[in-house]
């Protein structure tokens, strides 16, 4: 051991955020504050809400070596609310809302 070395993490759990990797074709219309419906893969049938906390400003360089055209941008989601059953790790899938249309009755009136 040297000095100032990390010998131990102990997460946060009243705070849990999901970080996700969005493909450069896709990163212009993901903006910090946009909604996130979530779900993990080891509950499917709880839904989860959360937020874009913060977007990439470079591309991630992590596995740039195995593919080095393809650039995705690092992006945080922010889960809302605490739930003891999230667990560092875990698989999710995240559903960025991206635009939403107005409900309107389409149907037509009937005299």
């Known amino acids: 051991m040297r000095e100032g ?3 131990l993490t102990i997460p946060d759990l009243r705070k849990v955020c999901i970080k996700v990797k969005i ?3 896709y990163i212009k219309k993901i903006q910090k504050g946009q909604k996130v419906q979530i779900t993990a893969d080891s509950f499917p049938d709880r839904k989860l809400e959360g937020e874009v906390s913060q977007v990439g ?3 991630d360089s992590e596995n740039a070596w195995l593919n080095p055209d393809m650039k995705v941008y ?4 922010t889960i809302h609310g605490q739930h003891e059953w999230i667990r560092p790790g875990m698989s999710t899938k995240v559903q960025i809302v991206v635009n939403q249309l ?3 009755s389409m149907c037509p009136s009937r005299p």
Do not use: D, G, K
């Open 5 to 7: 070395q990390t010998i």
């Open 23 to 25: 493909h450069e074709t």
């Open 57 to 59: 400003v470079l591309p």
């Open 74 to 77: 690092r992006t945080t989601i």
């Open 102 to 104: 107005a409900m309107s």
